[in-house]
């Protein structure tokens, strides 16, 4: 039997609200099943997630996907860590690191098969990304209206200020064009398994000293690095709840508001990460052509972070341990670079 074309690749912990809507979503695929890998893992649930992998693993014996594994682990490897894990067992051409609180439109693979055939340079792909609530959810997973993005893509200031493409907005179509993107954002990346293999850091695909946030930046970084392409496909489609905010903000008032309704230890690690990825993976040329934008902002948000969250900046004192590492890993990607300064900073606005 031939290797199947795509791999879905679902780490899940404690997601007992989702993932039956998840996996259901993969079970109502369009594109032949034959050709579809599935690889579960169970980062340690304690509530029912396990009962109801279970569960799955008996219904999906009257569908017809060729390879199908459930790895149960007590031990947490974190999101990107657990992809990571189940790339072992992983032998298509195509992967996509499914979060389970997401969701697919029935034509999500097909045309991500379908778009990454096109064109052999595509290292990853970023799907149009709606939000939803799981309060509105019908019984057969179909997403309630109004079509609110989450994301689609990453994009990058000269700041180095990192956005979701058009988080927050209601989709008009503003969106409906496919094209170029920095990154791809981690809730639902279609990657090539190829390009994952030839990003490797002292043997890791995902950095495992970042753990949780900011590892889909900077593995999309590195992937910018090595020479891949990476698109925006709006054709693709999937759901989102998002657990940290849904909204987008007007003003301090709303930035404090906001951030405030994000866990703590969500704000540290994003705020220690982000600056261990511009760290590893920053040009120094670029860093230093845009420190007139980059300095004020950093100086900005120290100051914001004494006076309102110094909860956050006492991060600072494990950043500072991290760094040798950094630098250990960034002289291994400065050395497998085939980009160049001038293309990565095109990408900056």
């Not at 969701?103 to 096109?118: C, P, Q, R, S, Y």
């Not at 019984?139 to 700041?159: A, H």
């Not at 508001?257 to 040329?285: A, M």
Request: charged share 20%.
């Amino acid at each position: 039997m031939n290797n199947p074309v795509i791999s879905i690749n679902i780490v899940v912990l404690n997601g007992e609200k989702y993932i039956e809507h998840c996996l259901n979503s993969v079970l109502n695929q369009s594109f032949s099943h034959e050709q579809i890998q599935i690889n579960i893992l169970d980062n340690g649930s304690t509530d029912n997630t396990r009962i109801l992998i279970q569960d799955f693993e008996f219904r999906i014996s009257n569908y017809n996907f060729p390879k199908v594994n459930f790895i149960m682990s007590n031990f947490n490897f974190g999101p990107w860590g657990g992809w990571e894990e189940l790339l072992k067992y992983t032998q298509s051409q195509y992967v996509v690191f499914l979060s389970a609180d997401v969701i697919l439109e029935k034509d999500f693979i097909l045309n991500a098969v379908h778009t990454l055939d096109t064109n052999p340079k595509l290292g990853a792909l970023q799907a149009k990304v709606y939000q939803f609530d799981i309060a509105n959810l019908s019984s057969n997973s179909y997403v309630l209206s109004p079509k609110i993005i989450d994301s689609c893509g990453f994009k990058i200031f000269r700041s180095r200020r990192v956005v979701n493409i058009g988080h927050g907005e209601i989709d008009t179509g503003q969106y409906n064009k496919a094209g170029s993107v920095f990154g791809v954002e981690g809730a639902v990346p279609v990657l090539r398994a190829e390009a994952l293999q030839g990003i490797k850091v002292l043997g890791e695909i995902a950095d495992h000293d970042l753990f949780w946030y900011a590892e889909d930046l900077d593995v999309a970084w590195r992937l910018r690095m090595a020479g891949w392409e990476q698109h925006y496909e709006p054709s693709m489609i999937a759901w989102h709840d998002r657990q940290t905010t849904k909204q987008t903000r007007r003003g301090l008032r709303d930035f404090i508001k906001i951030r405030q309704t994000i866990s703590l230890k969500k704000r540290r690690l994003e705020w220690r990460n982000i600056r261990c990825t511009i760290v590893k993976n920053d040009y120094i040329i670029n860093i230093l052509k845009d420190l007139v934008y980059i300095l004020p902002r950093e100086i900005a948000m120290t100051g914001y972070l004494l006076i309102f969250e110094t909860a956050v900046f006492l991060e600072l004192f494990s950043l500072l341990k991290l760094i040798p590492g950094m630098i250990r890993k960034r002289k291994v990607i400065m050395k497998q670079a085939k980009v160049g300064p001038s293309e990565i900073h095109s990408y900056f606005s």
